[in-house]
């Protein structure tokens, strides 16, 4: 018998539709769930499977039209929840359920500080105002691991990596110390080393605090280390409910076998890896030297302050090869993706490819050489263009260089690129924010995929899928690579996909490589105490943990 007896929060035969052009899109469908203060419900299932939208439904985030709550009934602390609004509502939402969001650039305003937006929580809930609030916002900040608070306090989003957004993100979220935490997806950005500290501090709140946590993730190892229980959803419907260990070491329903299945574990990545086995000798990219410094000022006449956020960094990619980055957010990962794609400029350093630096190119090499190296962007929401189609994204590198594909030929082109990233036809005529994150994600790897490029570099390009489809992602981008002769820069947190699809392995700190290797010898013999340290911040299933 479960040791949570009294649900804090409970849904009752919940079913939601959405408006299209045809009938109505039933996303949820009959879902009925509880959860318990401080018990920890995980809710798994692939992108689309309506795990967001029933947790939505909760918080009263469901837009009525195009969503149209048909059937349901919502119980919070024994209150009936489901109609109110108004000021009922803002008593509740924030202060009793908070929600942590899957795209933090999105909930982010751009143009006030994270401390403004922390600290307004406190203000527009009466809990501190002035120099308290900001004290307290400061130390909600180092609680999730902002390193340097009390300067970036006073920095805008765009300032700070994904993984980092998502850290503020979190502490806004628990700076009232809800009795319900919805969790979102919030490890999704993070490299393990910050994952776990995350994990533990939310482990930390419900010990202090008897919070109840609804976890909503298609990460399964972060599932089982944190679940008591587990529900899966599949197209709308809970296909499988039960105590987490049962539901991991037991699965009945044949979609919660595949999911479980799709996932890498420890040794099953090396003896059944998706590694190069084309990989030649010949250099298709050469860095050298490769230095970032950035100036910034605290405040309108604040002093002028630099940051080295990558410093003489060297390493070359083979033709065929994967070369896998791993690393801290902030760690200079995304600064070395960016500055090979010359979206960012270097401080010093240069990069060669075909025997030509990069940073020396002209306009008209510039645009030559970007049809050759394509990047999947880590945020797939900022990098389209809310007011194009998805015909229109994948297509658009076919336009610019115009001697990719004839026109005549897109239409079926594009459906052949859905496809292959495991979306359907018509969603081509849809558009950016009619997707959910990981759909979004694999839109951005179709686009890359349409200039046809000789090396791709994915930042963070699987973090937002759930497991089975990452495995469909990892199966296409190795079969690419072996057929069109690719090379890859692999930029990710998650080390057992990084360890099933990389050759070589780069590990950066604080702008630095601090280990270069093998993959074998990377994960079997690391060197560096820093890559020990990642290695050891895997997830641990939580019965495991508990000795059960």
């Given at each position: 018998m479960s040791r949570f007896t009294s649900p804090l929060l409970t849904v009752e035969n919940l079913t939601v539709e959405f408006l299209s052009d045809d009938a109505p899109v039933r996303a949820v469908n009959a879902v009925s769930f509880e959860v318990s203060r401080g018990e920890t419900l995980v809710i798994l299932g692939?992108?689309?499977?309506?795990?967001?939208?029933?947790?939505?439904?909760?918080?009263?985030?469901?837009?009525?039209?195009?969503?149209?709550?048909?059937?349901?009934r919502i119980t919070f602390d024994g209150v009936a929840i489901g109609n109110l609004r108004g000021e009922p509502r803002r008593l509740i939402n924030g202060r009793k359920i908070a929600m942590i969001f899957q795209d933090p650039l999105a909930y982010l305003n751009p143009v006030y500080t994270v401390g403004r937006q922390i600290i307004e929580i406190f203000e527009c809930h009466g809990v501190a105002s002035g120099k308290a609030a900001r004290e307290q916002a400061i130390s909600l900040l180092r609680r999730v691991g902002i390193p340097n608070p009390e300067t970036r306090i006073d920095q805008y989003p765009h300032q700070f990596s994904g993984g980092q957004r998502?850290?503020?993100?979190?502490?806004?979220?628990?700076?009232?110390?809800?009795?319900?935490?919805?969790?979102?997806?919030?490890?999704?950005?993070?490299?393990?080393?910050?994952?776990?500290?995350?994990?533990?501090?939310?482990?930390?709140?419900?010990?202090?605090?008897?919070?109840a946590l609804i976890l909503i993730t298609h990460d399964l190892e972060v599932a089982a280390s944190m679940a008591d229980r587990v529900i899966v959803m599949n197209r709308g419907e809970i296909v499988e409910a039960g105590a987490a260990k049962d539901v991991f070491t037991a699965p009945s329903h044949a979609y919660t076998k595949k999911l479980i299945s799709a996932l890498p574990h420890g040794d099953a990545a090396e003896n059944s890896n998706k590694r190069s086995t084309t990989s030649s000798e010949e250099t298709v990219l050469k860095v050298e030297g490769l230095t970032k410094e950035y100036f910034f000022s605290s405040g309108m006449f604040g002093k002028r302050q630099s940051f080295l956020a990558v410093n003489d960094v060297n390493f070359e990619v083979k033709k065929g090869e994967t070369l896998g980055i791993v690393g801290e957010s902030g760690s200079g990962k995304s600064s070395v993706a960016r500055m090979l794609l010359r979206l960012a400029e270097p401080t010093s350093g240069k990069a060669i490819?075909?025997?030509?630096?990069?940073?020396?190119?002209?306009?008209?090499?510039?645009?030559?050489?970007?049809?050759?190296?394509?990047?999947?962007?880590?945020?797939?929401?900022?990098?389209?263009?809310?007011?194009?189609?998805?015909?229109?994204?994948?297509?658009?590198?076919?336009?610019?260089?115009?001697?990719?594909?004839?026109?005549?030929?897109?239409?079926?082109?594009?459906?052949?690129?859905?496809?292959?990233?495991?979306?359907?036809?018509?969603?081509?005529d849809r558009?950016?924010?009619?997707?959910?994150?990981?759909?979004?994600?694999?839109?951005?790897?179709?686009?890359?995929?349409?200039?046809?490029?000789?090396?791709?570099?994915?930042?963070?390009?699987?973090?937002?899928?759930?497991?089975?489809?990452?495995?469909?992602?990892?199966?296409?981008?190795?079969?690419?690579?072996?057929?069109?002769?690719?090379?890859?820069i692999f930029i990710t947190h998650d080390l057992p996909i990084v360890r099933h699809f990389a050759d070589r392995i780069i590990v950066m700190k604080q702008g630095e490589i601090v280990e270069d290797g093998t993959t074998s010898a990377i994960f079997g013999n690391p060197s560096h105490p820093y890559t020990r340290s990642l290695l050891e911040a895997t997830p641990v299933p939580k019965w495991v943990a508990a000795g059960a």
């Open positions: 692939e992108s689309g499977s309506g795990k967001s939208v029933s947790t939505s439904t909760v918080m009263d985030l469901i837009d009525q039209p195009p969503g149209d709550i048909v059937s349901g998502q850290r503020v993100m979190i502490a806004m979220a628990i700076a009232l110390k809800p009795d319900l935490l919805i969790a979102d997806e919030p490890t999704t950005a993070l490299d393990v080393s910050v994952q776990a500290q995350i994990l533990d501090l939310l482990r930390d709140l419900q010990n202090e605090t008897g919070m490819f075909a025997g030509e630096d990069i940073f020396s190119m002209n306009q008209a090499r510039l645009l030559a050489f970007r049809r050759k190296v394509q990047m999947v962007f880590q945020d797939p929401y900022g990098s389209m263009n809310p007011r194009m189609s998805v015909h229109t994204i994948i297509s658009e590198p076919w336009a610019i260089h115009g001697d990719i594909l004839p026109k005549a030929k897109w239409k079926d082109r594009v459906v052949e690129l859905l496809e292959l990233v495991g979306l359907k036809p018509e969603h081509a558009y950016p924010h009619q997707f959910s994150g990981g759909q979004r994600q694999r839109i951005a790897i179709a686009r890359a995929l349409a200039s046809e490029p000789e090396l791709i570099v994915c930042d963070e390009a699987v973090s937002a899928l759930d497991v089975s489809i990452q495995a469909q992602v990892i199966d296409l981008l190795a079969d690419l690579r072996t057929r069109l002769g690719l090379s890859y």
